[in-house]
């Protein structure tokens, strides 16, 4: 479970590299914002592994799901949270450092690799934004996910 | 599920409208304080939903509780939480924003109206704060909660 | 469960006043930073109860690990923090205020002490940083933790 190296000299060209293409931004699933700036910190509401309106990735990572679609799941959903980056922002060159990862993993009893698979979030972020994207994170499991999504991610950008 | 809509020109007279009566701030049930004031942001505690010292909303959403009574413990926790904020700023209108709540769900197994239950924080804050009160949210659902309440409600307010 | 009284004018006497010596500070479990400061403000990744690169607490508060062993979880993992905050910083005196903790607790079913077993990390901070020390919090509880730890704590500082 491992990204592959991104090459450019932009963050949307390394995006591009990777053969990844920044969604359309999600819009909210309940009454607030998909983000906010304040004091100069951008912090994004938790975001979804969606494709097109689908939600990809549902179910318990360990049972459901594999710990590779685990790791995907976190990585789309990632894809998600930069697209709001670029909703808010308009270039993501205007990402001074992404600061803080949060993960919550919707994970079957005794499934003990989330570290990794939250590594699908933190590889995106260090191969998009380099060494602007070396973050903190913090990693919840949950019982119950909104709409049984395989996770939820939020980023922290300082802007 | 949904609060009315407030009138009024202050955030007070807009609680008021509401039939809503801001409660004396909580005290922290351990060794911590119920906000924190750091670089122009006010944290808060998680916030319980109190009347008068007494939890009225204990156990699990969507077994001991409904989802109604799920979305009414967020409003109450939340409406604890804004009690906080007037007890740091002394007026509501020293809040430039509303940046975030965090909400933390108790629910029962397949419970999944999770988004719906936390509108009961989100609709409040944006009824009484309305441009201010547009803000970022992350919801959480926990196994074993402080006293076995229904929800905990933390804001984050610009100040 | 109550740490001692903590003697002395800095941050590190303190701390060795009461019988407790900063470990270095731990490599991060997985693909991320175990620390980053954005406008003025430190953020710690989730630190574990290490000592000496053993997971020293790990299974559920409330069955494997009784309430007292919970509250030194917490107070080994802030320790552990603690030590992230001196990586940072040099001299724990460059911390303005401890702003937050966030505790996550691995716990049994039907297991209500979790305040007091997070007073554990709540004890230690307000030992060491005294009035710097006064800090919100939030209680998280997850049913599955990395590695199996019995907890994860994270702090934010101001610089």
């Not at 009893?109 to 590594?119: I, Y």
């Amino acid at each position: 479970m491992r990204l592959g190296k991104a090459t450019g000299t932009t963050a949307e060209e390394r995006l591009g590299s990777l053969g990844l293409e920044l969604p359309p931004p999600a819009k909210a699933v309940a009454a607030y914002e998909p983000w906010v700036i304040s004091n100069s910190m951008l912090y994004t509401s938790g975001q979804l592994p969606w494709v097109a309106g689908d939600l990809r990735y549902k179910g318990k990572i360990g049972a459901a799901l594999s710990a590779d679609e685990g790791y995907l799941a976190c990585q789309l959903a990632t894809l998600n949270a930069i697209a709001q980056l670029k909703d808010a922002l308009g270039p993501l060159e205007k990402v001074r450092r992404v600061v803080r990862i949060e993960g919550v993993l919707n994970v079957a009893p005794d499934f003990s690799e989330t570290p990794a698979v939250l590594n699908g979030a933190s590889h995106l972020v260090s191969e998009v934004f380099q060494e602007r994207g070396r973050h903190t994170r913090m990693l919840y499991t949950n019982p119950q996910m909104p709409l049984d999504c395989a996770c939820l991610i939020i980023l922290w950008a300082e802007v």
